[in-house]
């Protein structure tokens, strides 16, 4: 059974912080690169970070020296943190597979996400 359940977000304001976690099943997890996503209303899906097996991360230039993403393998959990938060940064965050989000009957899926809203 696919598990990917987000949570963690809210509202804060600007230049404040939230911690993401996203609760992947083992199977998945375990063999994947894991990735947060997020999308903002009327635009596209986006990547915001990925961490490999091994811990290597990579993190978009948008959110670069401002988030970090980890996982704790035992766990089958993956975090974001997310500082010196912009409005721009709103959104509903997703966490998935990377670069190809899991399939399921063929579709493409996604849990349900958590939302950041952040107040200038």
């Not at 992947?24 to 009327?42: D, H, K, L, T």
């Not at 943190?81 to 989000?101: G, I, R």
Request: proline share 3%; hydrophobic share 30%.
């Amino acid at each position: 059974q696919v598990q990917l359940v987000e949570s963690g977000g809210g509202l804060v304001q600007a230049g404040g912080s939230l911690t993401l976690s996203c609760l992947v099943s083992g199977s998945i997890f375990r063999i994947n690169v894991m990735g947060w996503y997020r999308q903002a209303p009327e635009k596209q899906r986006e990547l915001v970070a990925t961490i490999g097996r091994g811990g290597e991360v990579y993190h978009g230039g948008s959110v670069k020296g401002r988030f970090t993403i980890s996982r704790d393998n035992a766990k089958n959990t993956v975090y974001l943190q997310m500082n010196s938060l912009k409005p721009e940064d709103a959104a509903v965050y997703y966490c998935n597979t990377s670069p190809v989000p899991v399939r399921v009957g063929g579709y493409e899926y996604w849990g349900r996400g958590t939302q950041v809203t952040v107040s200038s």
